[in-house]
């Protein structure tokens, strides 16, 4: 079974517009963590944001914030007022344990002027 | 830019050779993880050291090996090399183990041929 579940393999959103980009996750494991990567085209992976699974509060980062629902095992990113810089591949992962990380597969965003 | 240094950026091999990307992690960084991301595999976790210890593996070969030197820096070895092994290969630090971030270096582009 996948670990990671990014459902919308591409997305587009308007110029200074909100987008949710989904990310779903399996684990037995009551302690892991949970990210979100930019990759630019340039090939970069680019740290946006971090969870962990005992934050009680939904964790921000400037124009990023992540919509936490422990009981449905969702992590879902929220980029808000969206630019066009922010057209890249998005990558949702989870970290269980000590080291072991998977990633989702990625979604693509386009971001209109 | 991230603080984790990776060399070379781009390698151009033949299939059956021998290759070492090397990484340089963050200051101060103890734990260092490899990643390989390729068209059809995704991203892919293969191995993590803290502090020039193992402490978790993934996905990776047996033809490919990694270690962590005392001034933790790490170096990953693929051998006997597969036009399968075209990917590019991500090292990414940590302060800690856990469920700490990660930063990601720029990469290693490989082409086997």
């Known amino acids: 079974a996948q670990k990671i579940t990014q459902t919308q393999p591409g997305m587009f959103v308007q110029e200074k517009e909100a987008v949710t980009l989904d990310c779903t996750y399996d684990?037995?494991?009551?302690?892991?963590?949970l990210f979100w990567y930019k990759q630019p085209s340039s090939g970069e992976m680019i740290f946006l944001i971090y969870?962990?699974?005992?934050?009680?509060q939904n964790a921000t980062e400037g124009r990023y914030s992540l919509n936490f629902q422990k009981a449905r095992k969702s992590a879902n990113l929220v980029i808000s007022a969206s630019q066009l810089g922010d057209s890249a591949m998005y990558f949702c992962?989870?970290?269980?344990?000590?080291?072991?990380?998977?990633f989702g597969d990625g979604t693509t965003l386009t971001v209109k002027p | 830019d991230s603080g984790v240094t990776q060399t070379p950026k781009h390698l151009i091999t033949a299939t059956g050779q021998r290759v070492t990307l090397r990484c340089s992690p963050r200051?101060?960084?103890?734990?260092v993880y490899w990643y390989q991301q390729s068209l059809d595999q995704g991203l892919q976790f293969l191995i993590q050291?803290?502090?020039?210890?193992?402490?978790a593996k993934g996905n990776i070969l047996e033809r490919f090996s990694a270690q962590q030197f005392p001034d933790l820096h790490s170096e990953l070895n693929l051998s006997s090399l597969e036009l399968g092994d075209s990917a590019l290969y991500f090292c990414?630090?940590?302060?800690?183990?856990?469920?700490?971030?990660?930063?990601f270096g720029p990469g290693t582009r490989l082409l086997v041929l």
């Open positions: 990414a630090s940590s302060v800690r183990e856990g469920q700490e971030t990660q930063y």
């Open positions: 684990t037995s494991d009551p302690s892991y963590g």
């Open positions: 969870q962990g699974s005992y934050d009680q």
């Open positions: 992962a989870m970290r269980e344990g000590w080291g072991k990380s998977t």
């Open positions: 200051s101060g960084d103890l734990s």
């Open positions: 050291y803290y502090n020039g210890e193992e402490r």
